[in-house]
């Protein structure tokens, strides 16, 4: 299996414009998260889908933060408009367990917002 | 505020040494406590994971000590390798539920 797949790995934008994050789960696993992984804030749980239902989404910052996950091989995440704070990589996982224990994490992307 | 705090912030140990991290947590709820390893560049990977009716867990070199009635657990690395040199986050959860990650720990281990 390619384990997470995320795309693109490193993402540079500038402030205002419209960015979209890209992930395809193991396949088999039902949950997926999106995580946001800063200096200063660690990883943080963003958003949780099980069965392509989103379950959790307590952790997007702000209404500039939407998540999809339209079927079982594919979510994004997309930021609109970009703001320079949202610098950060941005990890997808998915996991065959409800909830996300024993998750497995994709590369992740790097994004800077200038 | 972080559920589960970790230290220390980064440690240093000499090739063959013990490198021992401690993660503490407030919610006796958390009935799962996994440990991940990240290497720069990469996602964090899952390293062990113990649940709260054993005290001890051992996979290879490394070992996972929990203690229920401190609320604390810890991760030990037995004849730390060069290769061990990465960042490792604590974390719980309860009910297989919503992972919270301790702050992270870089371990540098020196040959």
């Known amino acids: 299996d390619a384990g997470v797949i995320q795309s693109p790995r490193h993402e540079v934008t500038e402030m205002g414009q419209e960015v979209t994050l890209r992930c395809k789960p193991i396949?088999?696993?039902?949950?997926l998260f999106w995580y946001r992984q800063t200096m200063m804030r660690g990883l943080e749980l963003l958003i949780y889908?099980?069965?392509?239902?989103?379950?959790?989404d307590s952790g997007m910052p702000e209404d500039r933060f939407s998540a999809k996950m339209p079927n079982a091989s594919f979510s994004t995440l997309k930021i609109q408009p970009s703001e320079p704070r949202d610098s950060a990589v941005y990890f997808c996982?998915?996991?065959?367990?409800?909830?996300?224990?024993?998750?497995?994490f994709g590369q992740g992307t790097r994004l800077t917002v200038v | 505020q972080q559920q589960v705090k970790q230290s220390p912030q980064s440690l240093i140990v000499q090739k063959g040494g013990i490198s021992i991290i401690n993660c503490a947590y407030e919610?006796?709820?958390?009935?799962?406590f996994p440990w991940y390893q990240q290497f720069p560049g990469k996602g964090p990977a899952l390293l062990i994971a113990?649940?709260?009716?054993?005290s001890e867990k051992k996979e290879g070199r490394f070992t996972i000590s929990f203690n229920k009635s401190a609320k604390q657990f810890s991760l030990h690395i037995m004849d730390s390798q060069p290769g061990d040199s990465a960042t490792y986050f604590c974390?719980?959860?309860?009910?297989?539920?919503?992972?919270?990650f301790g702050a992270g720990t870089t371990v540098t281990v020196r040959a």
């Open positions: 396949s088999g696993h039902n949950s």
């Open positions: 889908f099980n069965n392509n239902v989103p379950i959790d």
């Open positions: 919610n006796t709820a958390f009935d799962y």
């Open positions: 996982a998915s996991s065959v367990r409800v909830g996300g224990t024993e998750a497995f």
């Open positions: 113990i649940r709260p009716d054993v």
């Open positions: 974390a719980a959860s309860m009910s297989d539920y919503k992972l919270s």
